[in-house]
């Protein structure tokens, strides 16, 4: 199976246990998925399957989109639900100053994720640290945030918010900022990743549906082709005469294939008659493969 499934992710289950399950129901053993989605969050989960895992690098930049529920009057140390109470107050904010505060919260913002993150710091997750007792310095770094729209209100002086951001982006940060900003200390109570890139959560299958599917035989119905989520990567043709050029993983002159050339060190999709055959970055005058993926390839 050579592909991707699109994986609407439970709450309360690692991405790892995810792939653990898609390993059992295809037998697959090339599979991974194309960006951790933190246990306690649910959504769009892409599941590389085959060959499609050589695409990982082209996927992981795309723009990703989230819904979470800011909780205001408690931050944790986890800075989620699942934490202790570090700071309370009940200066709650009304939607006007979160809708002001939330604009200094986009663009290029410099975030300090929390000690429970995936991030590593020395070779170890900060999370491994955190749990056993232990601190290390956990340093800012710039995030991009396109926008983050208010969709509601919740119980329990809670507030729904759209985020529409880059990778790297640690949405339960961007709720702990607000509630600092808003002078009410705040946490993500809960979240759901609704896009990632090409994936969205209206396309996404359940676990329970992919187990039903796979029980039935009908699983690979639901494989995405290995090069629709890099549509937004640029394309170019090899004539049918370099076949065997493409075949053998030889670099193919640029002036002899067909569409918009890639700039100087910039990658492309490469096709050849009508079949997707991998990626290759421009070279003086050449593109040379980075990841060759024959369409017969066992």
Not at 34 to 63: C, N, S, W
Not at 217 to 236: V, Y
Request: hydrophobic share 35%.
């Amino acid at each position: 199976m050579n592909g991707f499934i699109n994986i609407n992710k439970p709450a309360g289950m690692s991405s790892a246990a995810v792939v653990g399950v898609l390993k059992r129901l295809t037998g697959e053993k090339r599979i991974g998925h194309a960006g951790t989605l933190d246990p306690e969050a649910a959504g769009v989960l892409p599941i590389m399957l085959g060959r499609a895992t050589r695409l990982f690098d082209y996927l992981v930049d795309k723009e990703k989109e989230y819904e979470t529920v800011c909780a205001f009057g408690t931050a944790t140390d986890t800075q989620d639900a699942t934490g202790t109470a570090v700071a309370s107050g009940k200066d709650f904010p009304d939607p006007d100053r979160i809708r002001q505060e939330l604009s200094g919260l986009t663009g290029d913002i410099l975030q300090r994720p929390s000690m429970y993150s995936a991030i590593k710091v020395g070779g170890r997750h900060l999370y491994d640290l955190a749990r056993k007792g232990e601190t290390a310095e956990v340093p800012e770094r710039t995030v991009h945030v396109e926008r983050i729209e208010i969709l509601g209100e919740e119980p329990e002086h809670g507030v729904r918010l759209r985020i529409v951001c880059g990778k790297g982006t640690y949405i339960r940060s961007i709720c702990d900022d607000l509630g600092k900003r808003c002078g009410c200390p705040a946490h993500m109570r809960s979240l759901t990743r609704t896009r990632s890139g090409y994936f969205r959560i209206g396309e996404a299958v359940s676990l329970e549906e992919a187990r039903r599917l796979a029980e039935e035989g009908t699983l690979r119905e639901l494989l995405i082709p290995m090069d629709a989520p890099i549509q937004h990567l640029r394309r170019m043709d090899a004539p049918a005469w370099m076949a065997k050029w493409v075949a053998a993983g030889a670099r193919l002159p640029l002036d002899k294939m067909e569409g918009e050339p890639p700039e100087e060190n910039g990658v492309t999709r490469i096709y050849l008659q009508g079949q997707f055959w991998g990626m290759a970055v421009r070279r003086e005058g050449q593109l040379a493969w980075r990841a060759q993926i024959p369409p017969t390839e066992e």
